[in-house]
């Protein structure tokens, strides 16, 4: 028989076991070692495996497997999944489970922890070395063909998970679900970020110099353009402007530049990247959010490359922190 069939024979078996249950052998506890139930099955088979181990841990039966499949982990099973990691500087050390590693943060921040370990992000966040949490679908489009042109392998290759938070407001909170984990992880933000999310989440001092300055200029920019400015002194609906057209006027705004350059180094000795121009499709020189217009994008910047970018130091800059 070929490995497969041997292996297909091997999994029928563990299934017939989990439908016959501890026949004839008491109360006595019995040690399941299986090493990649996944090797040689199709998705639909790794299920039914995966299904029937399921059973047999409820049977009388301690089940351990090695995987590297997420298929093989269902959700409600990752806080219990133990991650082994292999290092130059470390060698191979088993982490702790997520369960015990994240009690305190999964406890404070449910919605996020349940983001974060979904199906879709788990399979990517168990088997990364590394994780880069994004606000914005630019940065979910775009990204990975420029990290792939710069780098020259893709962020697979490079074990790097890039997630999607679903909103700026939750990225303090996913970050510090992930330190518990012990994934080192980045996030990436657009400008405003630094004026609200970074003070909400302990990152900059409420009265960061470099925010107050800011918000001067943005007095100036309100009776340039007509923009309305809330309570806080930062952009809000209702103006000539758009509270994004008013962090970009920010961003290229003589007076801005230097405190706008330190906030960006402020937030990056906290694993943040900051858009300085107000939000990625300004580095990139791009006009609308859409699949057509990353499209038309990707298509002119694979013959263009990055010279062709506003900001081809930036650009590069960002997609070099990325791996580091």
């Known amino acids: 028989l070929g490995h497969g069939a041997q292996r297909a024979v091997q999994m029928a078996l563990i299934q017939c076991l989990a439908q016959r249950g501890l026949v004839g052998i008491g109360t006595t506890r019995r ?8 090797l040689y099955m199709h998705p639909q088979g790794v299920e039914q495996v995966r299904v029937a181990l399921k059973r047999l841990s409820k049977q009388g039966y301690q089940v ?3 995987t590297h499949s997420p298929l093989a982990i269902e959700p409600e099973d990752v806080p219990d999944t133990l ?11 088993a982490r702790q489970t997520l369960r015990a ?25 168990l088997f990364a070395d590394r994780v880069v949490l994004t606000e914005g679908k630019t ?10 042109k710069s780098q020259g392998k893709t962020l697979a290759l490079a074990r790097v998970a890039l997630i999607s938070q679903g909103g700026v407001d939750n990225t303090g909170k996913s970050m510090a679900i992930l330190s518990a984990l012990d994934l080192p992880c980045k996030a990436v933000v657009d400008l405003d970020y630094a004026f609200r999310g970074a003070i909400r989440d302990d990152f900059l001092d409420k009265d960061d110099e470099d925010v107050a300055t800011c918000k001067d200029v943005f007095k100036k920019i309100a009776l340039t353009y007509a923009c309305n400015l809330d309570a806080e002194g930062l ?7 758009t509270a994004g057209e ?21 937030l990056l000795n906290k694993n943040i990247w900051v858009w300085r121009l107000g939000c990625m499709d300004n580095h990139l020189g791009l006009d609308s959010k859409s699949e057509s217009a990353w499209a038309e994008f ?11 970018l506003p900001d081809e130091q930036g650009v590069i800059a960002f997609l070099n922190w990325l791996e580091v």
Not at 103 to 123: C, F, H, K, V
């Open 246 to 266: 008013a962090f970009a006027k920010l961003g290229v705004h003589e007076d801005a530049i230097p405190r706008i350059e330190s906030l960006h180094t402020k």
């Open 298 to 308: 990707l298509r002119d910047f694979d013959t263009a490359g990055f010279s062709s």
């Open 64 to 66: 351990l497997i090695s």
């Open 31 to 38: 040690l399941l070692l299986v090493e990649e139930p996944e």
């Open 235 to 241: 952009p809000a609906k209702g103006g000539a402007l």
């Open 101 to 125: 590693a994240a009690q305190s943060a999964i406890a404070d921040y449910p919605s996020q922890t349940r983001m974060l370990l979904s199906l879709s992000n788990s399979s990517r966040i």
């Open 139 to 148: 940065e979910q489009r775009l990204i990975p063909s420029l990290f792939a």
């Open 83 to 93: 991650l082994i990691r292999k290092t130059k500087d470390r060698g191979t050390e």
